[in-house]
């Protein structure tokens, strides 16, 4: 019984999923590019109209108007997030595309949050060593 019939199904299957996941790769990469120029561009509005929704309220003592300026401003951020985790998949998408014209891919990436460093994600690392004390009495 030969095996060939089998490995030539195999690698039938294999590159025909590989150059599915090319073209979703490619697509997504568009797309995601598309929004976060819209991203970036919405997220200057809303925290510039945010800022000075505060700064008006504040003069003129209006309560209500300054929390919509903070809301404006939260608004911001979450879109700057946004943003920021379509930039890591964009990372993670030309990663697998690159495997793609190495010959080396297999199946697509798992899409997960991960920061390269302690010092990028705004965490300090420190060493703590404990040390035994003897106490005589």
């Not at 995601?32 to 800022?51: D, E, K, M």
């Not at 302690?118 to 106490?135: L, R």
Request: hydrophobic share 40%; with cysteine; glycine share 6%.
């Amino acid at each position: 019984m030969s095996l060939q019939p089998f490995m030539n199904q195999v690698k039938e299957i294999m590159d025909e999923n590989t150059l599915d996941d090319l073209k979703s790769l490619l697509n997504r990469r568009h797309y995601l590019n598309r929004c976060n120029v819209a991203l970036i561009y919405l997220f200057h509005f809303v925290q510039s109209t945010g800022i000075l929704t505060t700064t008006i309220a504040t003069g003129y003592n209006y309560t209500y108007l300054i929390w919509v300026g903070v809301g404006l401003n939260i608004l911001a951020s979450l879109l700057n997030v946004y943003e920021k985790t379509n930039a890591n998949l964009l990372k993670t998408y030309l990663k697998d595309i690159d495997e793609i014209k190495k010959g080396k891919f297999t199946d697509e990436g798992a899409v997960e949050k991960h920061e390269d460093s302690p010092a990028k994600a705004g965490i300090e690392s420190t060493n703590i060593t404990i040390k035994p004390t003897i106490v005589t009495s």
